[in-house]
């Protein structure tokens, strides 16, 4: 069981907004910085969203990241079937003193 | 540009030892944490560890800890991940990851290593 919980799937239709929910505790996303990750099929998992709501180099702006106390959620607007992957929120947990990842979300694009 | 190329996919027998590598680029390699992360087949992801090569720093997630030992040689700018036992459940993909802080997550990921160990 995963220290932080994300739903096992969620899907939209191309052109739809999609949001990826992520809660955790206090001592994990409440004083943590949290990030995101796309992992496509086959392939290793990349950095969408880190410090919360910042985007690396490179990612579009269709993928945006949100905090509010021990939760946390990635949007996507403008879905595309190459969308199609699993997503992972991550954070320190500074009660375990690990990282801590979400169980995954694997997204839908119909 | 930041690269993690990892060692190839292995095979191997219960109880036969295993080093797996990580080649790094792009970035100083004594100034970044370096780690590793587990994902078992259809499974999520797993933080095992990391290492501060500058001054051989390390944190293990205490479910691996005595597990795997994790090492880096900062002459060659190489992460290492290694077994001394296999057991059939470490069957997983690894990866080796970067990290820009201790209480971070990762922020690079290597291509990742299949590690396979059936009798």
């Known amino acids: 069981q995963s220290v932080l919980t994300q739903p096992p799937s969620v899907s939209a239709a191309p052109g739809q907004k999609v949001t990826i929910s992520c809660s955790g505790s206090s001592s994990s996303i409440g004083n943590n910085y949290v990030s995101w990750y796309q992992q496509l099929p086959g392939t290793a998992p990349k950095l969408l969203i880190y410090d919360n709501d910042k985007r690396p180099s490179g990612i579009p702006d269709r993928f945006s990241g949100s905090k509010s106390g021990t939760s946390a959620t990635l949007g996507i607007t403008g879905l595309q079937t190459g969308d199609e992957a699993d997503y992972y929120c991550g954070t320190w947990d500074s009660s375990l003193s690990v990282g801590v990842f979400g169980g995954g979300t694997k997204l839908a694009v119909l | ?119």
């Open chain 2, 1 to 119: 540009e930041v690269h993690l190329v990892q060692s190839g996919a292995e095979v191997k027998k219960p109880g036969e030892s295993l080093r797996l590598s990580c080649m790094t680029s792009g970035f100083s390699f004594t100034s970044y944490w370096v780690g590793w992360v587990r994902q078992m087949p259809g499974k999520g992801l797993e933080w095992m560890g990391i290492i501060y090569p500058g001054d051989s720093d390390i944190q293990y997630n205490p479910s691996f800890q005595g597990q795997v030992t994790i090492s880096a040689d900062k002459s060659i700018s190489i992460a290492y991940v290694q077994w001394s036992s296999l057991k059939a459940s470490d069957s997983a993909m690894y990866y080796c990851v970067r990290q820009s802080g201790r209480k971070l997550v990762p922020d690079y990921w290597g291509q990742g290593t299949l590690v396979t160990v059936s009798s």
